[in-house]
Structures are given as structure tokens and as C-alpha cells.
């Protein structure tokens, strides 16, 4: 299997400024807690495969500044850090893929997976899944509970050549965010595919909705 870049979209866990659909329900101090202790699992998910070689781990952050981003990467042990900067989540997702392409020339990277924090019960076999049906496909997406996904892997062919596909002409934050990517890339000869379905952690029905 080809090494990946794994791109960890991470949001700081404070108080207040965190998972506020889910604070609404189950108050601030809770909600920042689940918030960290998903991101930990994530991180933890993360490195036991980076022990493997076969991904190098990259975490974007954001609600820190650069100082306190600096801070926090060097509690979870994690050399490799951005921040997400403004605009939208696939504004986000590109410009992480744009900060990395250099990075991932260097180290002879083809291709690049991005995932959340919001997902309790992520495993390696996950990952190890995505890598394998990058071997095959140019496009892996592994579908939400809410219509959008909860992991993207990209091949070498669209990052080098179509890095717009994934991006464009989707409502971010609708039931309609997986359907929108699919179909962006249905005129092109580009092949995809899907991991199992899981659900995202946004509010209390989505953590009811598990049990």
C-alpha cells in the first residue's frame, strides 16, 4: 500500500466554544468533554497505524491562535501542525491539501486522507480500509448519518490534477454534502468509493442514536 498523509481537522475543546448543539443538551462542561475525549481517540486511532509507516499524521487546528496551537500539538505528540484558517470546511479541506503538497513530495506521499474528531468509534481497521481502496479508487468517502462524510481519501490523480472536484458547488452543512461530491466527479472517468455508513457526534440524539 502507498503511504498516506492523514489530515486531522481538530477543534480546540474550550469551554463554551465547542460542539454547541450538543451543549444545549448536556451543558458547556460536558459538551468540551466529549469534545476531547473524541479528539484523543482520534489522535490515538491515528498513531497506532503511524507506527506501521504506513501514514504520516498532520493535525489542523482551530479556536487557538499559533502560540497555544504550538502548545497543544506538543502534548498530543504531534510534530506536524496548521491551522485551519477561515472560511468554510472545504475551504479548509483544500487549503490543508495545498499546505501539504510540498511536504508530501518530499517524503514521496501520493495520497492524502482527511478526517474529524467527532467519531467515538473510529478504528485503525478504518484507515486500513481507506488505504487499501486507494490502491483502486481515486476517491474514497465514508458516509455520515447527516448526508455528509466523516472521511475523505484522495489519490495522486486528484490532487495533482483535480483538486477542485471534492470542493466545488456544495452547501456545506446540508444533507446533501456527500450526494453534491459524488456527483462532481460523474462526468470525469475517475473512480470512487464508499466505506461503511457511521454517525457523527453533534447532538444528543446522534450519541442516543448509538447505544
Same mark, same amino acid.
Given at each position: 500500500?502507498?503511504?498516506?498523509?492523514?489530515?486531522?481537522?481538530?477543534?480546540?475543546?474550550?469551554?463554551?466554544?465547542?460542539?454547541?448543539?450538543?451543549?444545549?443538551?448536556?451543558?458547556?462542561?460536558?459538551?468540551?468533554?466529549?469534545?476531547?475525549?473524541?479528539?484523543?481517540?482520534?489522535?490515538?486511532?491515528?498513531?497506532?497505524?503511524?507506527?506501521?509507516? &504506513?501514514?504520516?499524521?498532520?493535525?489542523?487546528?482551530?479556536?487557538?491562535?499559533?502560540?497555544?496551537?504550538?502548545?497543544?500539538?506538543?502534548?498530543?505528540?504531534?510534530?506536524?501542525?496548521?491551522?485551519?484558517?477561515?472560511?468554510?470546511?472545504?475551504?479548509?479541506?483544500?487549503?490543508?491539501?495545498?499546505?501539504?503538497?510540498?511536504?508530501?513530495?518530499?517524503?514521496? +506521499?501520493?495520497?492524502? +486522507?482527511?478526517?474529524?474528531?467527532?467519531?467515538?468509534?473510529?478504528?485503525?481497521?478504518?484507515?486500513?480500509?481507506?488505504?487499501?481502496?486507494?490502491?483502486?479508487?481515486?476517491?474514497?468517502?465514508?458516509?455520515?448519518?447527516?448526508?455528509?462524510?466523516?472521511?475523505?481519501?484522495?489519490?495522486?490523480?486528484?490532487?495533482?490534477?483535480?483538486?477542485?472536484?471534492?470542493?466545488?458547488?456544495?452547501?456545506?452543512?446540508?444533507?446533501?454534502?456527500?450526494?453534491?461530491?459524488?456527483?462532481?466527479?460523474?462526468?470525469?472517468?475517475?473512480?470512487?468509493? &464508499?466505506?461503511?455508513?457511521?454517525?457523527?457526534?453533534?447532538?444528543?440524539?446522534?450519541?442516543?442514536?448509538?447505544?
Amino acid at each position: 500500500m502507498d503511504k498516506a498523509l492523514l489530515i486531522i481537522m481538530a477543534k480546540w475543546h474550550g469551554y463554551g466554544r465547542c460542539k454547541t448543539r450538543l451543549a444545549k443538551d448536556i451543558g458547556k462542561s460536558n459538551s468540551a468533554k466529549v469534545q476531547r475525549a473524541m479528539t484523543n481517540h482520534t489522535i490515538s486511532v491515528a498513531k497506532s497505524l503511524q507506527k506501521t509507516k &504506513l501514514i504520516d499524521i498532520s493535525i489542523a487546528i482551530s479556536g487557538l491562535g499559533g502560540r497555544n496551537c504550538r502548545r497543544w500539538s506538543r502534548e498530543l505528540d504531534i510534530k506536524k501542525i496548521s491551522l485551519q484558517g477561515k472560511g468554510c470546511l472545504g475551504e479548509k479541506m483544500k487549503r490543508q491539501i495545498i499546505k501539504n503538497k510540498k511536504f508530501c513530495t518530499q517524503h514521496k +506521499i501520493k495520497n492524502i +486522507i482527511i478526517i474529524g474528531t467527532d467519531l467515538p468509534d473510529l478504528c485503525h481497521q478504518d484507515l486500513l480500509n481507506t488505504l487499501k481502496e486507494l490502491r483502486q479508487n481515486d476517491l474514497i468517502l465514508g458516509p455520515s448519518n447527516d448526508g455528509g462524510y466523516w472521511l475523505i481519501g484522495l489519490s495522486e490523480k486528484v490532487i495533482s490534477t483535480h483538486l477542485y472536484l471534492p470542493f466545488i458547488n456544495i452547501k456545506w452543512g446540508t444533507e446533501n454534502v456527500l450526494q453534491n461530491t459524488i456527483d462532481n466527479f460523474a462526468s470525469t472517468k475517475l473512480k470512487y468509493n &464508499l466505506l461503511d455508513k457511521k454517525t457523527d457526534i453533534d447532538t444528543i440524539i446522534d450519541i442516543e442514536n448509538r447505544k
